[in-house]
């Protein structure tokens, strides 16, 4: 059973940053395609950024040049570091992963909120 724990949101001032943690387990963290998505109140989640097994990563516009996805598969851990932040960033952020069959895991979200 894939398991994902998300740690590291907050509560931060516009322009700090954050680091969010996902650490997996139950399976091969190296196989996996792994995300970080986010949904705020009223919105559908949508992806902020992905990293493929081979660690080519892909970012949604909004956040380009200020978050940062990165694996450590010897810690079977993904994380995003976030700069810049903006009240528009305020959400829940979670970690998503992938097999190679295209099962999808979700671990329960963290809460980002970011004041003006």
């Known amino acids: 059973q894939v398991q994902l724990v998300e740690s590291g949101g907050g509560l931060v001032q516009a322009g700090g940053s954050l680091r969010l943690s996902c650490a997996m387990s139950?399976?091969?963290?190296?196989?996996?395609?792994m995300g970080w998505y986010r949904q705020a109140p009223g919105k559908q989640r949508e992806l902020v950024a992905q990293i493929t097994r081979a660690s080519s990563t892909n970012y949604a516009d909004s956040v380009k040049g200020r978050f940062t996805i990165s694996r450590d598969n010897t810690k079977g851990t993904l994380y995003l570091q976030i700069n810049s932040l903006k009240p528009e960033d305020t959400a829940v952020y979670y970690c998503?992963?992938?097999?190679?069959?295209?099962?999808?895991?979700w671990g329960q979200g963290t809460q980002v909120t970011v004041s003006s």
């Open positions: 998503n992963a992938e097999s190679v069959l295209k099962n999808n895991y």
């Open positions: 139950g399976s091969v963290f190296n196989l996996m395609t």
